[in-house]
T-cell receptor
């Protein structure tokens, strides 16, 4: 498989559930990112990892917890989410840290009920 | 001034026409500029990087105007498949990447 993959593609969860989003990149990149895209809003950068080390956390609530076990994999652990967290969650990778071109996965469309 | 600003549109353009839109940025120290394309309910995809000298890729031309702090995207001979949202991306302070809200383009048959 090539590029950036994400699973699941769709997720519906209740506010008390715990779930995880998975991202895998097959591009040999060193940097990975989590973005949130809500309707009628620009992409919001959530987390940045470079060589498995978190280098940025943009004031994201603690109910979102990232994990980067190696340079090819990135997870976003979710717990006690709110309905306003419903959005498209996009993973991206780039050769190195910004400002290199980023390549996005297809996203996980999350609905919190 | 917002860090990255785009006209949200929509731009409704007949097939075959030429369309152009701009993106303004506030940080005069920005060095990297990109245009991404996002189809409805899909992920953004890199369309082209924008170089100081401008660059062209087929029907698409991107230009940078440092003096006025904007980048532009020109699409010639527009196709129905060009309908999408076009996102402007600029590196801002501390080398952060900032995405614009996007410009929606509808090509009309």
């Amino acid at each position: 498989e090539t590029g950036v993959t994400q699973t699941p593609r769709h997720l519906v969860m209740g506010m008390t559930n715990k779930k995880s989003l998975k991202c895998e990149q097959h591009l040999g990149h060193n940097a990975m990112y989590w973005y949130k895209q809500s309707a009628k809003k620009p992409l919001e950068l959530m987390f940045v990892y470079s060589l498995e080390e978190r280098v940025e956390n943009n004031s994201v609530p603690s109910r979102f917890s990232p994990e980067c076990p190696n340079s090819s994999h990135l997870f976003l652990h979710l717990h006690t989410l709110q309905p306003e967290d419903s959005a498209l969650y996009l993973c991206a990778s780039s050769q190195d840290l910004r400002p290199y071109e980023q390549y996005f996965g297809p996203g996980t469309r999350l609905t919190v009920t | 001034r917002k860090e990255v600003e785009q006209d949200p549109g929509p731009f409704n353009v007949p097939e075959g026409a030429t369309v152009a839109f701009n993106c303004t940025y506030s940080n005069s120290a920005s060095q990297s500029f990109f245009w991404y394309r996002q189809d409805c309910r899909k992920e953004p995809k890199l369309l082209m990087s924008v170089y100081s000298s401008g660059n062209e890729d087929g029907r698409f031309t991107a230009q940078l105007n440092r003096a006025s702090q904007y980048i532009s995207l020109l699409i010639r001979d527009s196709k129905l498949s060009d309908s999408a949202t076009y996102l402007c991306v600029v590196n801002a302070r501390d080398d952060k990447i900032i995405f614009g809200k996007g410009t929606r383009l509808h090509i009309l048959p």
